[in-house]
T-cell receptor, first 114, second 113 residues
Framework: DQQVKQNSPSLSVQEGRISILNCDYT??????FLWYKKYPAEGPTFLIS?????DKNEDGRFTVFLNKSAKHLSLHIVPSQPGDSAVYFC?????????????FGKGTKLSVKP | DGGITQSPKYLFRKEGQNVTLSCEQN?????MYWYRQDPGQGLRLIYY???????QKGDIAEGYSVSREKKESFPLTVTSAQKNPTAFYLC????????????FGQGTRLTVV
């Protein structure tokens, strides 16, 4: 059973508007969350992270929100740019049985149209 | 420059042959990981290693083997027992027990012909 779920495989947004990518997780013990961006045929690159002691972390156009009670996090990109078109992976660090292990969602493909 | 390097970027092998994918990091990270990406499947963990001379199976370890003789290196062998080896393989490293991100290599596209 998936521990990290990104239920939207794709998202299309107009340039300049907000992109909201969602991620749900099942284990309330997870306490560190990351977003990665991936272009085709390249390795993922780290985008932004959030610890469970926070509910928001901002870095330029990117903001991650964490709702622990709902076990939900979201990535907001404002304003969206065509260069943001990529696959975005949500990941959690699983310190439970395998310290330092990362669990990834299946990704959401974002397309930003000019 | 510190980083993580995978080689080669593209690799072709004949069915029934073993092939080894290289992953090297100079970030002084203790933990290293191998993931496989298939279309629509996200990143699936094959093997990981928290420390030299120790490694653990991930979710899809069957048909793969690894070694961790040096901190910097974590090669992955795709054996002939792997039924669907054609995929994009990603190596990553991190410092476990710290809230820091993992760094990924650029990936190796393996095609079985």
């Amino acid at each position: 059973d998936q521990q990290v779920k990104q239920n939207s495989p794709s998202l299309s947004v107009q340039e300049g508007r907000i992109s909201i990518l969602n991620c749900d997780y099942t284990n309330s013990m997870f306490d560190y969350f990351l977003w990665y961006k991936k272009y085709p045929a390249e390795g993922p690159t780290f985008l932004i992270s959030i610890s469970s002691i926070k509910d928001k972390n901002e870095d330029g156009r990117f903001t991650v929100f964490l709702n622990k009670s709902a076990k939900h996090l979201s990535l907001h990109i404002v304003p969206s740019q065509p260069g943001d078109s990529a696959v975005y992976f949500c990941a959690v660090v699983n310190y439970g049985g395998s310290q330092g292990n990362l669990i990834f969602g299946k990704g959401t493909k974002l397309s930003v149209k000019p | 420059d510190g980083g993580i390097t995978q080689s080669p970027k593209y690799l072709f092998r004949k069915e029934g042959q073993n092939v080894t994918l290289s992953c090297e990091q100079n970030l002084n990270h203790d933990a290293m990981y191998w993931y496989r990406q298939d279309p629509g499947q996200g990143l699936r963990l094959i093997y990981y290693s928290q420390i030299v001379n120790d490694f653990q199976k991930g979710d899809i370890a069957e048909g793969y083997s690894v070694s961790r003789e040096k901190k910097e290196s974590f090669p992955l062998t795709v054996t002939s027992a792997q039924k669907n080896p054609t995929a994009f393989y990603l190596c990553a490293s991190s410092r476990p027990a710290t809230n820091t991100e993992a760094f990924f290599g650029q990936g190796t596209r393996l095609t079985v012909v």
